[in-house]
């Protein structure tokens, strides 16, 4: 089983559609969660930290679920602009912060 | 600007040749990581750096070095053991704290076999 596993997608939705990712992670003592974004053949790029209580950034929401072992991410009102690769990562609080990476869900967002 | 910078941005390797890749921050961050990416898949750790002078081997180190020698550069090199060179390269840096800060990327490296 992978450390961290997203869902495997692809999603494809219409623009102003509501969509949701999930990740689920093995290690139970994982301590920090974030969601990066890579655009096709771009390097990735911090979309947002996930915490204890949930968070949120205009369109985007991130939750937490410690028991279940998941974070996830809801778009709302999707834009053509959100298609992309949404990865999952989570870190131990030792080592450097390494971190363990999802492969990724893509997202199409279609006018 | 602070960031990371990978240079080059294209590179072609012989069979047999070693080649270096460059990763430069001026974000003042003490760690350092590289990663590797294959089509359709995620990243893949190299190998990361806490401090100056201090490396630690990532998920798939065999065929790759590196070097700390001053905290804004780690360089990686994909020796001829590398098999299989042919990927994105990423470099990235974090705070190092007690609690794990989100990591930044350069735009990369692609590496082909010539």
């Known amino acids: 089983r992978k450390e961290v596993e997203q869902d495997p997608g692809p999603f494809n939705v219409p623009e102003g559609a509501t969509v949701a990712f999930n990740c689920t992670y093995s290690?139970?003592?994982?301590?920090?969660f974030f969601w990066y974004r890579q655009d096709c053949r771009k390097e990735p790029k911090l979309l947002m930290s996930v915490y204890s209580s949930g968070n949120e950034d205009g369109r985007f929401t991130a939750q937490l679920n410690r028991a279940s072992q998941y974070i996830s991410l809801l778009i709302r009102d999707s834009k053509l602009s959100d298609s992309a690769t949404y990865l999952c990562?989570?870190?131990?609080?030792?080592?450097?912060?390494?971190?363990?990476f999802g492969d990724g869900t893509t997202l199409t967002v279609k006018p | 600007d602070g960031g990371i910078t990978q240079s080059p941005k294209y590179l072609f390797r012989k069979e047999g040749q070693n080649v270096t890749l460059s990763c430069e921050q001026n974000l003042n961050h003490d760690a350092m990581y590289w990663y590797r990416q294959d089509p359709g898949q995620g990243l893949r750790l190299i190998y990361y750096s806490q401090i100056v002078n201090d490396f630690q081997k990532g998920d798939i180190a065999e065929g790759y070095s590196v070097s700390r020698e001053k905290k804004e550069s780690f360089p990686l090199t994909v020796t001829s053991a590398q098999k299989n060179p042919t990927a994105f390269y990423l470099c990235?840096?974090?705070?190092?704290?007690?609690?794990?800060?989100?990591?930044?990327f350069g735009d990369g490296t692609r590496l082909s076999i010539l």
């Open positions: 990562v989570v870190s131990l609080n030792t080592n450097a912060g390494k971190s363990t």
């Open positions: 990235a840096s974090s705070i190092v704290a007690g609690v794990s800060q989100p990591q930044h």
């Open positions: 290690n139970s003592a994982s301590q920090s």
